[in-house]
């Protein structure tokens, strides 16, 4: 049974920083693609970032310069630093993984889902 935890959320100022991540059991990491995506209340799920099975990372442009993913293959464990964090990062931010070396930021190319965690950013 596939498991993903998503841990690491809480409530910052603006301008501060967080660092998720997550953990996948249940399935050989090294061979899925990884990547976050976040949901505000009242808005659609949006990918954030993403990271190849090659370690190969793109993001999205609102959060360029601004947030890391990056990945730990030893430890099933991907991880997405945050830094200079907007109001608008608010969200529940969550981790996926998919099949191929990599799903991009298309939601509906990632298999395995985690339950989220909340990020709130208070101006």
């Known amino acids: 049974q596939v498991q993903v935890v998503e841990t690491g959320g809480g409530l910052v100022q603006t301008g501060g920083s967080l660092r998720l991540s997550c953990t996948v059991s249940?399935?050989?990491?090294?061979?899925?693609?990884m990547g976050w995506f976040r949901q505000a209340p009242g808005k659609e799920r949006e990918g954030v970032a993403y990271m190849t099975t090659y370690t190969t990372a793109a993001y999205a442009d609102s959060v360029k310069g601004r947030f890391t993913i990056s990945r730990d293959n030893a430890k099933n464990t991907m991880y997405l630093q945050m830094n200079n964090l907007k109001p608008e990062d608010t969200g529940t931010y969550y981790c996926?993984?998919?099949?191929?070396?990599?799903?991009?930021?298309?939601?509906?190319?990632?298999?395995?889902w985690g339950q989220g965690t909340q990020v709130t950013i208070s101006s």
């Open positions: 249940g399935l050989n990491f090294d061979d899925y693609a």
């Open positions: 996926a993984a998919g099949g191929g070396v990599q799903c991009g930021l298309l939601a509906g190319l990632y298999d395995y």
